[in-house]
């Protein structure tokens, strides 16, 4: 898809590029300011090696001009690694929560931004996700983060539940389903 004068495709990361992904989560968390509570990272180096040996899948929006990261997308698989589930927020059953999967974190280089690239990577993780059998996408999100909150709802997740996770942080529990 061209963007302005910008070709950017989405593409599935390869394992072994879980440290270049989580080092480019932290260098636009970096970039957030006041605002870098609205990014969490789980911890950087087991995302890493769970990206790397595939029990998280990792997406990226890459500049086809310059090779440039514009944007990632992380995907958790609770029940590949027995992390939280949030499908446990709406009372699914055990069977049900393997079909979870989380979007877990998704950050955008700030000259990508307003290009709506959250929204195309969940967009190509679900599509991908819901053809091996994944039936409930969810995800957290800051309440007042406007832009990725947007992106969420445009791609019709609702709101199931809101409190402190995080450490503290307020954040929204969001929740797609598909047939």
């Known amino acids: 898809m061209k963007e302005g004068s910008r070709e950017i495709h989405i ?6 590029e879980g440290r270049a992904i989580t080092e480019f989560v932290k260098s636009v968390k970096a970039t957030m300011g006041d605002e ?8 950087s180096e087991d995302e890493m ?3 790397d040996n595939g029990t998280d899948i990792a997406y990226r929006a890459v500049c ?4 440039d990261t514009a944007g990632v997308l992380i995907v958790e698989i609770p029940s590949r ?20 999967a989380h979007m877990d974190t998704a950050a ?8 709506k690239l ?16 994944f039936r409930y996408f969810m995800c957290t999100v800051h309440p007042e983060n406007i832009y990725s909150r947007g992106n969420i709802t445009g791609l019709c ?8 996770k995080y450490g503290g942080t307020l954040r929204e529990v969001m929740l797609k389903e598909r047939a």
């Open 49 to 51: 090696r769970r990206i």
């Open 81 to 100: 690694f027995g992390g939280e589930n949030l499908g446990t927020y709406i009372g699914l059953s055990e069977e049900e929560l393997k079909k979870v």
């Open 108 to 115: 955008v280089a700030p000259a990508y931004r307003g290009l």
């Open 64 to 67: 086809a001009d310059t090779g």
């Open 157 to 164: 997740y609702r709101p199931v539940w809101k409190g402190e």
């Open 11 to 16: 593409v599935r990361a390869e394992k072994g």
């Open 36 to 43: 870098s509570d609205w990014l969490f990272l789980n911890n």
């Open 118 to 133: 959250q929204r195309r990577l969940m967009e190509r993780a679900e599509e991908e996700l819901y053809a091996e059998g």
